[in-house]
């Protein structure tokens, strides 16, 4: 009997070449497809997997969890990376190696594959992932073990065992998309200096040909939750599509960056995250209306630890646990209302609200109707001032 291994497959290239490869080392191959939002024909790709050999093939919808409970707890945390990235890919990896986990032990298999490269983040958010959750799990990382090291190699190895891979439709860039954004890479992007062309971008249009009016959105949030659009109550993940079609729309969410691996290297990547944007500028704007100075500053510092961590791969860990304590304690007032603007590419928030809001216009006026007492500001002033006097 062939030993069982369930692979992570995107469906993409390297896993379909992937899976011919471990059924040629002997394994019974099951190919594990997670739904997180990306444009993706299943029935197609499923026909590719056995084509490729998989003995089965399982396609698991996860993206109501990974709105819910990754994405949403990363928003509430202000979780970005190196200030232009929301984190989309990483923030799928841990949910689909859960989900990959949990297949291999109902399958009873005593391996799981993923298809990363060996040089990037990915490889290591997987298998970090199943290590925290089922340490007995074995892992194959095929890309890391073969002697394959161009893309024309492996689809040379594709068309010699009839793997159904249509290569002619591939784009010059590597491409992750889920709910929460893209991540492109690749191709002419690898130059720094050279600006992304236009055709890079799939979630938002060219802000210049963007409406030349402004697109205004009410956004609701509970506990630090998007609830509402304009009035409206929406599921997570319905919420998150509806802002990336009015965001890509208006060409909100592009960012690009040089970035820092975790493996120690710099590479260079454009995002396109529209709801991703919107709801991260919205929710800081609503923070800053009913958070405590403290609170509020020392929460900065925990949201670059919490996307750093992220980043890492180190969703199912004890930090994590003990950060997202701190961090819905913090959400307890963030509640209200917040208006953007969207406009040719420009995003802002130009209005808020919130019940719980620590705004007391009579304490900030320069008009009518002043309270606060300017005669203890002085004796404030040379407290405070006290230490550098000479
Ligand atoms: N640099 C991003 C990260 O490490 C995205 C990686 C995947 N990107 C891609 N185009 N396949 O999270």
Redo the contacts with the bound molecule.
Sequence with gaps: MSRKVVLADSGGLDTSVAVRWLVDNGYDVIAYMADVGQPADFGKLKKRAISAGASKVIIEDLKKPFAQDFVFQALKAGAVYESN?L?A??LSRPIIAKGLAWAAKKEKAEFVAHGCTGK???QVRFEVTVMALMPGLKIIAPLREWDMSSREEEIGYAKEKGIDIDVTKKSP????QNIWGI????GILEDPWNEPPGGAYRMTVDPKKAPNKARYLDIAFKKGIPVKINGERYDPVKLIMKLNKVGGENGIGRTDLV?N?LVGIK?R?IYEAPAGWILHNAHKALEALVLDRELLHFKENISLRYGELV?YGLWFTPLKKALDAFVDETQRDVTGMVKVKLLKGALSVVARKSPHSLYRKEMATYGQGDKFDRSVAEGFIKVWGMPYKK
Excluded: Q
């Design positions: 990235y984190l890919t990483a990037g983040n990915d860039y590597s491409l992750d991540s492109i890479e690749c970035e691996r590479s990547e980043y």
